[in-house]
């Protein structure tokens, strides 16, 4: 059955609003106080707009969608493309987290950045960031969706390079904007592969529209498709940091904690899970690729949570366990998962923006201080962020009832009830390790004799109400953000994977499970988060003394994690330095020898022959008349001799 399409006139007002609130902060660069006002406003009245199109949406038929075709942008032979936007299911789910959880991030950023002297222009980067966010997941096609994704990878530059007169802050911006271009260079060969590929079953026409590769999907060849999805795979693992490109993601840290918390939870790095949802179709024609897909997740979820077991940065830790739940979410998607994994995205949006954000509280308490070695014992003085952090904790490591237990364990289900043994017992693992961590740094935060300096600690206070009323809206969406996606048979059963399933398919793992029921999967992943945090309970707070007799007694493998693998140091070996002298040497032969050489040897000759030419060219009147009668005696001898 086709699906019922709804046009709308209004859809372009959600991604033009932060457009606007961009040019505002631009233009009142001097007004920080109306710029404060205007930036969550617009983002506010984009929700608004937003929460009223899912509202329309939901009333439609089972697989509706709003569209809005603004002009035609490219017309060229046999290739079009539209400006054009649409709300489906899978992009109302999408639109709803960026624009609400980017909301709140941008009230908590009116206290966290209100007395930055660059203020405004923080808020410009912010608006920006989200008018491409939004083009991203409204785009009607690949070349909408593509702008958009090139857009966050801009702002991910300015807002992580922010406070750029310090040179480590400047290069982590560099190298998220590098590392993402190493990503993209895949993610544009497979959208021209796709194109191409489709042509030849649309009667040769050329077009990147969503339903057009819905329609001719089916089309393509198991080789092609398997190749149009690894390469697609390289843009994914670049915006959402899998394996091998994450690297530009724990460095993002370097950028304000509000800037942290938009990245990390509701909007660059969601970009890569949405993409791979969105071109489900294709992806499910190469068995190939999708196990490939659901490889490189599992691999990555418990490579960044081994990583985060001994980080000492709280920004640092919560950065790579973003980076291991984007893992699951891609593993997720490599099980044919594709609802769950954006059931995951949006769990993740509430926890991991709150706990950013709390993060954020914490180190604005502490004077600037993100080191957790010298904080302990904030709970009494920051009772708010405490709680609310606590809840996020508990999110993320799955904690029954709460929004992570739900969307984990379904992704853990799908896994294992698809039989893929090992990955879902390397996503056990992964989970484990992931309560250990969170709850290590809730214990080395708020528990225990706080270990700052006595400056700072006399200091401590907690956020001001604009930074903490967030933080309390974003833990009540931690607790319940989980119910609209419970178990089938399970109350009102899983309401939103029943709402994504038009678009983005219905597998029930529940029901073929093997000889381990859900709920069975359900309490072994359970058992195990407890085992974690209980270990992390006896480390940090019954026997504070014992981390530091292990990581001496394992040093060696200590030291591996604290240095990140060294997989930074092997990338500047194998690939910066051998760069860089390939360029020194371009730059002191091709350059300065060849080209430079070849053009001041130019220039030298002219100015010799100049000399020469200088010396005829005297001024003397005397020294022409000579030279002019020499010239009459030389033509004269010549006729005489003659």
Not at 10 to 16: A, F, K, Q, R, S
Not at 86 to 91: E, F, H, K, V
Not at 214 to 238: D, E, K, Y
Request: glycine share 10%; charged share 10%.
């Amino acid at each position: 059955m086709d699906a019922v399409i709804l046009h709308s006139q209004v859809l372009w007002l959600i991604p033009l609003f932060p457009l606007v609130g961009f040019l505002v902060a631009v233009c009142a660069e001097n007004a920080p106080g109306i710029v404060k006002i205007t930036s969550p406003l617009a983002v506010l009245l984009s929700f608004l707009v937003a929460l009223a199109s899912v509202v329309q949406l939901a009333g439609a038929a089972e697989g509706a969608r709003l569209t809005q075709d603004l002009y035609t942008w490219i017309a060229a032979g046999p290739f079009s493309a539209d400006i054009a936007f649409r709300i489906d299911a899978l992009s109302a789910v999408m639109v709803l987290i960026v624009t609400g959880v980017g909301f709140l991030i941008h009230v908590y950023s009116v206290g966290y950045m209100g007395h930055d002297e660059s203020c405004s222009r923080f808020f410009a980067y912010l608006n920006l960031f989200m008018f491409a966010m939004l083009l991203l997941v409204l785009g009607d096609n690949l070349l909408v969706l593509f702008v958009g994704w090139e857009g966050v990878g801009l702002c991910s530059y300015l807002l992580i390079g922010f406070w750029y007169a310090e040179d480590a802050n400047a290069a982590a911006g560099k190298k998220a904007f590098i590392v993402n271009r190493v990503g993209d260079m895949g993610f544009v060969l497979g959208l021209f592969l796709l194109a191409w590929s489709l042509a030849p079953a649309a009667d040769g026409k050329l077009s990147l529209d969503f339903a057009h590769i819905q329609a001719h999907a089916a089309s393509l060849a198991p080789a092609t498709a398997t190749t149009i999805a690894l390469l697609l795979l390289v843009g994914a693992a670049g915006k959402s940091a899998q394996l091998p490109l994450y690297v530009w993601l724990p460095d993002a840290m370097a950028g304000p904690t509000p800037v942290s918390a938009l990245i990390h939870a509701a909007t660059m790095v969601t970009a890569g899970i949405y993409m791979i949802a969105r071109l489900n179709v294709v992806f499910a024609l190469s068995p190939v690729a999708m196990q490939v897909v659901a490889t490189l997740g599992a691999c990555t979820a418990l490579f960044a949570a081994t990583i985060a077991l001994v980080q000492t940065d709280i920004k640092k830790v919560l950065a790579y366990s973003t980076v291991s739940q984007l893992g699951f979410m891609v593993l997720a998607l490599g099980v044919g998962a594709f609802g769950t994994a954006i059931f995951h995205v949006m769990t993740h949006a509430f926890f991991k923006a709150l706990l950013f954000l709390g993060a954020g509280s914490v180190i604005h308490g502490m004077s600037g201080e993100q080191d957790v070695q010298k904080m302990g014992g904030l709970r009494e003085k920051m009772p708010v962020t405490f709680w609310t952090f606590l809840v996020g904790t508990l999110a993320i490591a799955g904690a029954p009832g709460l929004a992570g237990f739900f969307s984990k364990d379904e992704i853990l289900a799908h896994v294992y009830a698809t039989g893929h043994p090992y990955l879902w017992l390397t996503a056990v693992v992964a989970a484990t390790l992931t309560a250990f961590y969170m709850f290590r740094l809730l214990f080395l935060t708020f528990f225990g004799e706080i270990r700052a300096d006595h400056d700072v600690a006399h200091h401590v206070h907690e956020s001001p109400a604009v930074m903490t009323v967030p933080l309390v809206i974003l833990a009540v969406l931690s607790i319940v953000g989980g119910w609209v996606g419970l178990p089938e048979h399970w109350l009102w059963g899983n309401r939103l994977g029943e709402f994504l399933a038009p678009v983005t398919g219905h597998p029930h793992a529940a029901e073929h499970a093997g000889i381990l029921g859900e709920g069975a999967l359900m309490l072994i992943a359970t058992t195990f988060a407890v085992a974690g945090a209980t270990l992390a309970y006896v480390f940090y707070v019954r026997l504070p003394g014992l981390p530091m007799v292990l990581s001496w007694r394992l040093r060696g493998a200590y030291e591996t994690l604290l240095n990140k693998y060294w997989i930074d140091e092997l990338y500047d070996a194998v690939f910066v330095q051998p760069y860089v002298r390939i360029s020194t040497l371009l730059w002191q032969v091709a350059d300065q020898q060849l080209i430079d050489g070849f053009v001041n040897g130019v220039a030298g000759a002219i100015g010799a022959n100049g000399d020469v030419w200088r010396r005829a060219q005297t001024g003397n009147v005397q020294h022409y008349a000579l030279a002019f009668l020499g010239g009459v005696v030389l033509v004269l001898a010549y006729y005489v001799i003659r």
